[in-house]
């Protein structure tokens, strides 16, 4: 994955009429949503906490470009950042405490915006336990399959729509790309390669926080992960259970700035996932490749375009260099039609719009809980599988906390 793809070809490849109903469907949600319930407001408590991963992503102004939302009230248990806050959303009320703004405001949804992960579970529970109707929390989604199944279940009792924000699962051109591969598009399918952004945070750091991307795109394509095989290093030593410190962001104890993990997919074709301290570079780090006899398709997470592809076997040399082609929401080489798809995306809009749609349809967000814990899983069982010396560890895991923790 040492290549950036290059300008489209001019040449356009049209859609089928299944491929543009599926892509308009996906990707016209905010139409609906205007259509079957333009008068409601969803009333929206936001919770960061300033020095301690602050809002996120923009999980704070996400919600002044959704018609269908209005921000309530905001929670920062720092009273300057608070103060910032509050100025910042149009001067709504602020609380030190969100169990407070909670019990006060009653706000229908929630969003759990700070990136240090060790908050999410608490906050989100307490949400649930406020009767809230639906919550959208920064990735990644907590820090343990346990804390996953807890925040799940109080869920479910209480039919609280949980959404992820990774935000590109939200991406109109994913129903596209699936039905391109379903339709042979690249061959038969190889494999899932993926690469991290492998800065600084190279290794298990990446694997977790900015890998959950590419999991979580993985898990999509491929289905739920049978099973998992891992190898962590610490410049280039087999990491031991004595290396773990507490991890960037509040992920809790981890190790190992060199990661290489398979996964074994439900439809089959496995999943290969490495990450290397400051291996990486601007402009070729951080995606995923889907690889097949015929053909190579290519997502560079949050960027626009997100997805390309490119003809011709992948591991036969020619003297005709292939070219990179877009992949849009109507299809091959067709320039992106929906205006300002790029702002949707990355502001999070889309998915705030898909989990209010949720909730009016009751059915799951696009990135649900379960989605979430997903990634959660398929990061810990690299870890699990280490520690067992590479052992194959079946999925989901009967263990479900960090397998970091010395037993």
């Known amino acids: 994955m040492s290549h950036q793809p290059s300008s489209p070809s001019p040449t356009p490849h049209f859609i089928t009429r299944r491929q543009f109903t599926a892509s308009s469907i996906a990707c016209c949600a905010s139409t609906s949503l205007l259509a079957s319930d333009a008068k409601k407001k969803f009333r929206v408590g936001v919770v960061g906490h300033t020095g301690r991963g602050d809002y996120g992503h923009g999980l704070n102004t996400m919600w002044l470009g959704i018609p269908e939302a209005e921000i309530a009230a905001v929670a920062d248990p720092v009273p300057k950042g608070l103060a910032s806050a509050t100025k910042l959303l149009g001067g709504v009320p602020g609380f030190e405490d969100y169990r407070r703004m909670l019990k006060d405001v009653k706000p229908d949804l929630v969003a759990i915006g700070m990136r240090h992960v060790d908050q999410h579970h608490e906050v989100a529970m307490a949400a649930i336990d406020a009767n809230v109707r ?35 699962r939200y991406h109109p051109v994913l129903p596209v790309l699936k039905q391109l591969i379903e339709e042979g598009a690249i061959g038969r399918l190889l494999e899932y390669r993926m690469r991290g952004k492998e800065d600084t945070r190279g290794g298990m ?26 190898t962590v ?55 995923l490749q889907i690889i097949g006899t015929e053909g190579t398709i290519d997502l560079r997470i949050d960027r626009e375009p997100l997805a390309h592809i490119r003809r011709g076997s992948p591991f036969l040399p020619t003297a005709e260099v292939q070219s990179w082609e877009i992949v849009s929401s109507h299809g091959i080489g067709i320039v992106e039609p929906i205006e300002n798809l790029g702002p949707r995306v990355a502001k999070h809009w889309l998915p705030g719009e898909d989990l209010i749609q949720a909730i009016n349809d009751d059915r799951q967000p696009l990135c649900s809980g379960e989605d979430g814990a997903t990634t959660i899983e398929m990061a810990t069982a690299v870890s699990t599988s280490h520690l067992q010396n590479g052992a194959r560890i079946e999925l989901p895991h009967n263990s479900r906390t960090n397998p970091w923790l010395s037993s």
């Not at 399959?145 to 799940?152: L, S, V």
């Not at 590419?214 to 998992?228: D, E, I, R």
Request: charged share 20%; with cysteine.
């Open 205 to 230: 750091l990446d694997l977790w926080v900015l890998g959950s991307h590419l999991v979580n795109l993985v898990h999509y394509f491929a289905g739920p992960p049978k099973a998992c095989s891992g």
């Open 233 to 287: 290093l610490i410049d280039q030593r087999p990491a031991k259970q004595g290396d773990a410190m507490p991890g960037a962001e509040g992920i809790g104890l981890m190790a190992g700035n060199e990661v290489h993990a398979r996964f074994e997919m439900t439809n089959g074709v496995p999943a290969f996932f490495e990450s290397i301290v400051k291996a990486g570079t601007v402009a070729a780090g951080f995606g």
């Open 134 to 168: 639906g919550i959208y929390i920064e990735k990644p989604f907590c820090r343990s399959p346990e804390e996953a199944d807890q925040i799940i279940a109080a869920a479910k009792r209480k039919n609280v729509k949980v959404a992820i924000a990774h935000r590109n």
